[in-house]
């Protein structure tokens, strides 16, 4: 078999190491002691990338605990399910069958949050939104803008780089029928709050794309130290939601300024801009075309201060 086509190894063998349950997501690893002459000893140059060193490898952790967990019965028994009886299409393959993490770097000034891998789309591969028609039409418009390398995206050894962006979902699993439940979603929570307190840092906005992601990414903002205003904004595909920031070495991450701008002390404000999920039944219809997409994207990348 081609090694794209077993991109973690088993589909059905997570590693007995990681913990099972998503109510004990991984915490970012303590910096190393000082030395006997002080932090200050070190330049700047040097905290820096051992905080990035550090952040990094939190966020890895924290992927491989993702890829591991088993809370929710219904969804683990669909995706093994899927992962064993496959679809014809795609006989050859050995399903990833597992929670999907996410995908991107871990210095990200973007973020964006779908809504549940799809069956034989993340699922069968191991990444967010790669191996289906949803994923072909988020790539391809990542591309468009200049935030990816390449406009596809088939398998986790394909080449495929975002370029100060990552992609993630509310729920790491894909549903039955796409549609994981109230319930499911509230559990898979903390894997979320965890990684945007990861990402806190540098996150400056994001993406939501579809009703139910927005619904289910706002509270996530608020546990992860962003105070989202009340009630909370409407779902809208254009909407712009101003959240401000956490005060703090690790909700300011430096001198930055008020939402999209830069240069004053403060916390650090997030950008949260809705969407159009980049369904079938979206992309197909009409309702989310090309050029709608490729609009909220480079509106979200200029706020993030991406090129």
């Known amino acids: 078999m081609d090694a794209s086509k077993a991109p973690h190894g088993s589909a059905l063998s997570p590693d007995p190491a990681i913990p099972t349950t998503a109510t004990d997501p ?92 799809a069956a034989h789309g993340g699922n069968r591969t191991g990444r967010m939104f790669t191996g289906g028609r949803s994923g072909d039409v988020l790539y391809q418009a990542l591309y468009d803008v200049g935030l990816a390398s390449q406009p596809t995206a088939v398998s986790v050894d394909d080449g495929l780089e975002l370029y100060g962006v990552r992609i993630t979902s509310p729920v790491h699993c894909a549903p039955p029928a796409n549609k994981p439940t109230p319930g499911e979603r509230d559990t898979c929570r903390p894997w979320l709050v965890q990684e945007l307190k990861l990402l806190r840092p540098t996150l400056r906005a994001v993406v939501v794309l579809g009703a139910f992601g927005w619904q289910a990414a706002l509270p996530a903002f608020a546990e992860a130290g962003w105070t989202v205003p009340r009630p909370r904004p409407a779902f809208g595909h254009g909407a712009r939601v101003p959240l401000v920031g956490p005060e703090g070495p690790d909700g300011t991450g430096g001198p930055v300024g008020p939402v999209g701008t830069g240069g004053t002390e403060g916390p650090v404000g997030l950008d949260v801009f809705g969407c159009f999920h980049v369904s079938q039944r979206n992309t197909f219809t009409g309702r989310l075309t090309p050029e709608m997409l490729r609009d909220v994207l480079r509106t979200a990348a200029g706020a993030a201060g991406l090129p």
Do not use: N, Q
Not at 70 to 83: H, Q, S, T
């Open 26 to 117: 991984t915490t970012p690893a303590a910096p190393a002691s000082a030395s006997p002459s002080g932090p200050a000893a070190h330049p700047p140059e040097a905290c820096a990338s051992a905080s990035a060193s550090a952040s990094a490898s939190a966020l890895d952790m924290l992927d491989r605990r993702v890829g591991g967990c088993r809370a929710c019965p219904r969804l683990v028994a669909w995706r093994e399910e899927v992962a064993r009886t496959k679809r014809a299409a795609f006989a050859d393959w050995t399903y990833w069958g597992r929670p999907v993490p996410g995908f991107g770097p871990p210095d990200a000034r973007l973020l964006i949050v779908g809504l549940a891998p």
